[in-house]
């Protein structure tokens, strides 16, 4: 069973997408022969547009190029060249770093939710990732399905028909809500003199999604944009093909189908059994047995606790779990170590004995003046660290997963630590519906765990929470915390920043650290979206707004 849509290009459609994609029909494609900048403006649409990227290329970026030079080209049928090109030079110099020196644009269509996350793993990767605020999943795709994801296994088994029946009656309650919650946001939050409807329609549509993204299954489909080296391609494939979902193992198969048609010599490794074929194995032989040596050790921690998942069970959470008593002279004394001529040790010691004047004023100067938070200090702010232990949605989660820089890692997604019934939902009337949907997704998981434990987590609701750590330094921490409580960001990772920068400041006792972070934001916020539309319809062309809502 092949379970992706495939779409459909006239012949005039297909002869231009040929020149510039290594497949028609697979949900998996990197694109070659354009311009970077070209790649990167199609990813930066994609994130948030429900098209697919090649329907997105043909309908909004084939006008504006001259695609006539590259008529002869076919790229579906691999770059022979390419393989002749770096063959004797990888062969003769192939150590890793040579790997680093060629890089592609993949996309990574019609990936769960659960997909999304093993895919977004590398830190030396970049990823843009479709949003559940800009795009609604009440359409279907082509064949006629909702967007989630179709597991052969599940659908082949005894529980395939009441998976699929589940899953509609999911998307269906969605779209039901979506109106209902869109009207009422509409009329808590009228338009401001100077809005145009469309600045209001699409602020008043993003809130309203944010709210019911909770209803959506972790089987719910999205597109991932992936730029990455061919040594970034090489550890994510190895890992994806010892990964226990079999989604992700028939993943990497498409991708380094592609792949190979792009870099092939730079992924020669994966395919090795004596290279790739062992360090798969070590990476999965290693998670197995540390799997079974916890489930000996620990027990009664390993399954979730016995208790109600459905409806309010406990509440969301960050607590600071470590951290250094001494991190603040330890960032202070780095600050200092380039301009001095003494070893690290003892310029500690100097530092621990300055008065609290002198402190401001040393990280005052390294700090500078910050316009805004891209302005962000140096490397002296890598010298200590935090380590929260954080429970949230899983929509929240999957939103703060995507910081590459830090370390984060999280338990089995399951119902067992409840949800909540978001409060604009209940104001709209319709809290009841939002609550069965989700006591169906609890029920659908435990019919499926006992047969399908990696997969069974397709049928659990974003609103559900998450346990997971994330481990960052100072420096990561000043990022997170203030692009995270930016004014436009989802509620549920606002709070989550700024707890984490209270408690830097509070539990921590880091308080010039947490002060350096001053474009945190603690405001209250109505409509999230509406400044940030003010903006882009501020540079957008006159009468673009058709083909960009």
């Known amino acids: 069973m092949f379970p992706y849509a495939v779409e459909r290009f006239t012949d005039e459609e297909s002869d231009v997408l040929r020149r510039y994609v290594t497949n028609l029909d697979q949900p998996v494609f990197a694109l070659v022969n354009l311009p970077e900048v070209v790649k990167g403006a199609l990813f930066a649409r994609y994130s948030r547009s429900p098209k697919s990227l090649r329907r997105l290329f043909l309908d909004e970026f084939v006008g504006e190029l001259d695609v006539r030079g590259d008529a002869g080209v076919d790229a579906t049928m691999g770059l022979a060249r390419a393989e002749q090109l770096y063959e004797r030079v990888f062969g003769e110099y192939g150590d890793d770093s040579v790997a680093q020196l060629g890089g592609v644009h993949l996309a990574c269509e019609q990936a769960s939710n659960l997909l999304t996350k093993v895919l977004e793993w590398g830190r030396l990767m970049s990823y843009l990732e479709q949003s559940t605020r800009y795009i609604a999943y009440d359409a279907r795709l082509s064949t006629g399905h909702y967007r989630y994801y179709r597991d052969p296994a599940i659908l082949d088994s005894a529980h395939g028909a009441r998976y699929v029946g589940e899953m509609d009656r999911v998307f269906d309650t969605y779209g039901e809500l979506l109106a209902a919650t869109q009207a009422h946001v509409a009329a808590r939050f009228p338009r401001q003199p100077g809005d145009s409807d469309f600045v209001h329609r699409q602020a008043v549509r993003a809130k309203a999604l944010d709210a019911l993204r909770g209803l959506l299954p972790a089987a719910s489909l999205s597109n991932v944009g992936i730029y990455g080296t061919g040594q970034g391609y090489e550890h994510l494939l190895l890992r994806m093909r010892g990964h226990p979902l079999p989604e992700a193992r028939r993943y990497a198969e498409m991708m380094l189908d592609e792949l190979r048609k792009v870099i092939p010599s730079f992924l020669q490794r994966v395919d090795r059994p ?48 470590d951290f250094d008593p001494e991190g603040e002279d330890k960032v202070l004394a780095a600050i200092c170590f380039p301009e001095v001529a003494v070893p690290d040790a003892g310029l500690l010691d100097r530092v621990r004995r300055l008065g ?194």
Request: hydrophobic share 40%; with cysteine.
């Open 274 to 321: 004596d290279r790739g074929g062992r360090w798969t194995d070590y990476l999965s032989t290693a998670a197995s047995a540390t799997e079974r040596v916890v489930a000996r050790l620990f027990p009664d921690l390993v399954a979730p606790e016995d208790g109600p998942v459905a409806g309010p069970g406990g509440a969301p959470s960050v607590e600071l779990v």
């Open 356 to 549: 609290a004047e002198d402190r401001r004023a040393l990280l005052a100067a390294y700090v500078g003046e910050r316009e805004n938070r891209r302005h962000r200090p140096g490397r002296a702010f890598e010298r200590t660290g935090y380590r929260f232990d954080v429970v949230t949605d899983y929509g929240a989660f999957r939103d703060l997963q995507r910081h590459r820089l830090l370390t984060i890692e999280w338990q089995p997604l399951s119902p067992a630590l409840g949800y909540d019934v978001p409060d604009l939902v209940a104001e709209a009337g319709v809290g009841d519906a939002y609550a069965a949907s989700m006591d169906r997704s609890r029920t659908l998981y435990d019919d499926l765990v006992d047969e399908f434990p990696d997969s069974a987590g397709y049928a659990v609701a974003l609103g559900f929470r998450i346990r997971y750590a994330m481990q960052m330094n100072a420096r990561e921490a000043m990022h997170v915390c203030e692009l995270r409580s930016s004014p436009q960001g989802h509620p549920s990772y606002r709070w989550v920043a700024q707890e984490m920068h209270r408690l830097i400041a509070e539990r921590a006792g880091h308080r010039l650290v947490a002060e350096a972070m001053s474009h945190v934001d603690r405001g209250a916020v109505g409509l999230e979206r509406l400044e940030s539309e003010r903006r882009a319809e501020a540079r957008r062309p006159r009468g673009s707004e058709t083909a960009h809502a």
